[in-house]
């Protein structure tokens, strides 16, 4: 895909209106695996954020949007019908800009992040959490006393380049669905996936004006508005922690709510009761989806010490036969990275693991043959300490560091050895003894033995400096209401 074949034209959506940003002001959004352009993409401005934070607040507080269920419900199933008719060029469209192999667009990259947004559909409809406190005495006389749940207000939604589809998608759908209002920001890699929403938006629902703002800029002040105006009620962000640190940084003169799904570095733990080879041919596909750029993928396998050298064969011959190219071959099973700067991040990381003592066993530099692109060759380090960077930090790229352990108690000690707690998984050919494992491990979420978690009725979220709050299910939509308490006098009982 290319600028002359963009399916839309690129404009911000603000206060029901497709516009050009303030002053006309563009940038150019390129595709990671070919560098060639893909399209020119507005850049708002703060003035831009400003508006959108003022349609979004009168929205709000001049209209029915937030108690009007069946208004809501609608709006967001002809959202789902929008992106479902147009899911080839969206599909086409998210593999050209966010370099994502096509095969995972027909899940989280697009597919399954649809699926997202009708559950939400569905639950705007039927979802009521108030609850009945009943009647008690007081020192005014008896009360008869209940809970109602009200949308949050203004949400002001950053997401982030690696899924952006899922991304926006779990955060409008539940805030949408909870009644508030929303200004959302792509990330500046990847704007004109985030805008072709505000098209379909526009064009194909009944959204009213001001209730959905979706803005593209490559200018930080862009963030720090929606972050510091006091009209923002709550932000989510999904995105590195020392930038979510920033954020409630931001947050905090006006103490917003702020809803945070930030960084990870997950473990994979084998069990020595467990087949290390099936196990680690699981985990090799794991950390190289969509070449290492998911925040849950887990980046750590951790096996028995005494089968180290055969969990290292499993990973490097694996690795060696994926495939690795353009991402709108079906037959390449890893893309790009998302840019130079981020190729030049992995690399710089392997080059310090290897210069403080560790292997590299196979990849560690770009593949050959690709002259043109962002892309780094699956990489599986061995014989880094527990407490180096490349065993610690979130790396983003599709890098692997094989662990060893002595048993169960130490295998968790090292899952929890980190200042994350996103996700992880552990394998046993033992069901309860999986179970076991799991529990003590200090992470959102947990693949055991192989189940998957992820549906959009499965809430996702992190412990410790993975953030907090849950995206997805019931759970993901109850961020976006408080909870209102009120009592009437009742009579004498």
Known sequence: MTESTLWFEPKLLIDGKLVDADGGATYESSNPASEELVGTSPDATVADAETAIAAARRAFDTTDWSTNKELRARCLK??????????????????????????????????????????YADLAGTYDGNEDLGVVDTQAGPAHRWVEKEAYGVVAAISAYNYPNQLNLAKLGPALAAGCTVVLKGSPFTPLVT???????????????????ILASSSPEVGKVMTTDP???MITFTGSTPVGKAIMAAASDTLKKCFLELGGKSAYLVLDDESVEFASLFCSFAAG?????????????VVPRASLDKAVETVKSTFEGFNVGDPSDPGNYMGPLITAEQQAKVQGMVDRAVAAGATVVTGGKPPEGLDKGHFFAPTLIVGASEDSEIARDEIFGPVLVVL??????????????????????????????????????????????????????APFGGYKQSGFGREMGVAGMEEFLQSKTIAVPAPPQ
């Open 78 to 119: 002809q959202l789902v019908a929008a992106l479902n008719k147009h899911s080839d060029e969206m599909r086409a469209l998210t593999v050209a800009e966010v370099g994502v192999p096509v095969s995972l667009t027909q899940g989280p990259a697009l597919d399954a992040a649809v699926k997202i947004l009708d559950f």
């Open 195 to 213: 805008l072709a929403l505000g098209h379909l938006i526009a064009n194909e629902t009944d959204f009213p004006p001001g209730v959905v703002n």
């Open 231 to 233: 009209q923002v009620d």
């Open 289 to 301: 989806s969509h070449s290492g750029q998911g925040c849950a993928i887990t980046s750590r396998l």
């Open 404 to 457: 060893p352990h002595d048993g169960d108690d130490d295998a968790v000690r090292i899952a929890n050895d980190s200042p994350f707690g996103l996700s992880g998984a552990v394998h046993s050919a033992d069901r309860e003894r999986s179970l076991a494992v799991a529990r003590r491990i200090r992470s959102g979420t947990l693949s055991v033995d192989g189940g998957m978690y992820y549906a959009p009725d």
